[in-house]
């Protein structure tokens, strides 16, 4: 009787040498190293403790798993690792199956969950990713298990098309998608709710119903999975929507909403009571609007946690939003800024007194840009205070107080007495009304450096609008440093970039004359989520306070020559930059249309 086929490190390795992915001598070291790596990687899996997920499906340790873990480099390339995404899909070419780098953010938590249970998934290492048809996509890490797939299909009565995808892609949807399956469904056995009365419409039922607990055991793992689901996704945002008769779970990443999950309505409100609790919000409130923060760890750093709750038609929706440090912090010179505007910018902050603005929209990096800069300001010798609506990120080097309009404690309030604290650098969350704006301005007269945020289109236009508050023309003159205009715009995944022309019809709308111009898009792929953008950069306009712009500011003061006078003198648009970075081949054309109109 034939021994069946079976994958292991050296066939792997030999596969790999012969379709030129790694060297001869790189076939010599794994083969030679290779054993020993495997009983490395083993003993790591055993004591991993609390991260294993499940005896079975931990202790398989993947050919692939293994060479990945020698970080060799991609044969001919320069500098490129082969990963194990790489060694999978190898793997799948020569056995001639298909490979699939699973997207957690179009699978179906139903079809996920439901085919195959879970003991059987984590002991075999195998996942439902799609179901058309009458036909049910299943993904396994070993190519050559055709008894399990022969089992599952005669016990589940199903028909199977099975692919091939990386050990850590699908032990990630087992820990994610399972564990989540499993609090909703263990907490919704638990719930004799039958309709939903937090909502508008008022249905009336003669026998009463009770929700769960907000401390029920499965919602609180179904909001711990919720969150490490988020934060392992880079998401931005967590949307949390009642309908009618559902609940919606979105995510927000790379400024682009998705649809994760649907969970049962009766569920909304344990799940809502839960979050509240932990932001420490008035569970028994649910008519007026409330904001609270949470802080957790997570990958050992911490992360902040911002939740606002808002009455809708059919219950309470919340949106967290998360503040990643990793983000919300980071260098000047890795957010996107050019060198000319970096300079200008690092020469503002520098100054010793005076008002720096960043205006632009909600979403479009204002809050990263003035942590990162008064990070790279924080030293002992400094004072630094803001006064923020709400905190949105709790720092150590930072004196951060809080806006509490509740009890009267507004931006005004606050700025009238913050002299008092002997502040060096004051950052105030935003510039709102005049009583705020008079404040900044006295602040920067008495000798202090004042950063803030304005909601304009442009830097020009922030100018005005402290004019229209009602701030002197001279007071401005004599305390703005200079202006921030930023937005946020989608990267090209490098992974599927590929270069076209531009049409006449665009050039002339980008006011590019009739000369032929390279630029770059994505086609869409499995690494950035069949998008073609992943992560995003600041494109910047930054408008110098100069002697000719002080000039122009008077009462009757218009945005055009404002402009006008700015651009003679070097400015470079939002449009401009947004464009350079298009034809850099860092963005699309279809970005700069869409962020700057």
Same mark, same amino acid.
Request: charged share 25%.
């Given at each position: ?152 299909? +005669? ?129 028994? /409130? ?29 219950? /309470? ?51 990263? +840009? ?228």
């Amino acid at each position: 009787m034939k021994e069946p086929k079976k994958l292991t490190f050296e066939n792997c390795a030999h596969l790999l040498q012969k379709r030129g992915i790694i060297s001869s001598e790189q076939l010599v070291e794994v083969l030679a190293r290779g054993k020993a790596q495997e009983a490395r990687l083993y003993a790591l899996h055993q004591s991993g403790g609390s991260r294993r997920v499940q005896s079975g499906s931990a202790d398989i340790i993947s050919p692939a798993e293994v060479i990945a873990s020698f970080n060799l480099e991609l044969h001919g390339t320069a500098g490129k690792i082969l990963t194990e995404d790489l060694i999978t899909e190898a793997i799948a070419a020569a056995v001639g199956l298909e490979y699939v780098k699973i997207d957690p953010l179009k699978l179906d938590l139903g079809v996920v969950t439901s085919h195959i249970p879970r003991p059987f998934a984590l002991k075999n290492l195998i996942v439902a990713v799609a179901e058309q048809g009458g036909v049910t996509t299943v993904a396994v890490a070993d190519p050559f298990n055709d008894a399990i797939i022969n089992e599952l299909a +005669t016990a589940r009565q199903l028909e199977i098309r099975r692919v091939l995808s990386s050990k850590s892609d699908i032990l990630k949807i087992l820990r994610e998608f399972y564990g989540f399956r499993a609090s909703v469904m263990a907490a919704e056995a638990e719930s004799t709710a039958g309709v939903d009365l937090g909502n508008l419409e008022q249905y009336f039922k003669l026998k009463g119903s009770q929700d769960i607990e907000g401390n029920d055991k499965h919602v609180i793992s179904a909001v711990d999975f919720l969150l490490h689901y988020a934060f392992e996704q880079h998401a931005s945002d967590i949307h949390i929507e009642p309908k009618r008769e559902k609940t919606l779970i979105r995510f927000r990443i790379d400024g682009v909403m998705h649809n994760i999950h649907i969970i049962p309505k009766p569920l909304h409100n344990p799940i809502v009571s839960r979050i509240k609790l932990l932001s420490r919000l008035d569970l028994a /409130e649910k008519r007026r609007p409330q904001d609270g923060r949470i802080k957790t760890n997570f990958n050992n750093k911490d992360i902040e946690l911002r939740v606002s709750t808002v009455p809708v038609a059919f219950g /309470e929706k919340v949106v967290i939003r998360i503040f990643d440090p990793d983000i919300l912090l980071q260098d000047l010179d890795s957010m996107g800024f050019y060198p000319r505007e970096l300079a200008l910018y690092n020469a503002f902050i520098r100054r010793p007194n005076g008002i720096i603005l960043v205006t632009g929209p909600t979403g479009s990096g204002k809050t990263t +840009t003035l942590y990162s800069s008064l990070r790279s300001l924080s030293s002992p010798e400094v004072n630094i205070v803001t006064v923020e609506d709400p905190i949105e990120m709790v720092m150590e080097e930072f004196n951060q107080i809080g806006v509490q309009q509740a009890i009267g404690v507004g931006f005004d309030s606050i700025l009238r007495n913050i002299l008092r604290q002997d502040p060096d650098i004051i950052m105030i969350g935003e510039i709102r009304d005049r009583e705020t704006a008079e404040n900044a301005v006295q602040a920067a007269l008495t000798g202090h450096l004042v950063l803030s945020t304005l909601h304009t289109n442009d830097s020009a236009s922030a100018l005005v609008r402290l004019l229209d508050l009602g701030v002197q023309p001279f007071l401005i003159s004599a305390t703005v440093i200079g202006i921030i205009a930023q937005r946020l715009v989608r990267k090209i995944c490098p992974h599927c970039k590929q270069v076209r022309q531009l049409t006449l019809e665009e050039r002339a709308y980008l006011q590019l004359g009739k000369k032929e111009h390279r630029v770059w898009e994505g086609q869409g792929c499995k690494e950035c989520r069949g998008t073609g953008y992943k992560g995003r950069t600041g494109i910047f306009e930054v408008l110098e306070m100069s002697e000719r712009i002080r000039g122009l500011m008077t009462g009757s003061v218009e945005l055009a020559d404002l402009t006008t006078a700015a651009r003679e003198e070097g400015l470079a648009s939002l449009r401009q930059v947004a464009i350079r970075k298009m034809l850099e081949g860092a963005t699309t054309y279809e970005e700069v249309i869409s962020m700057t109109g």
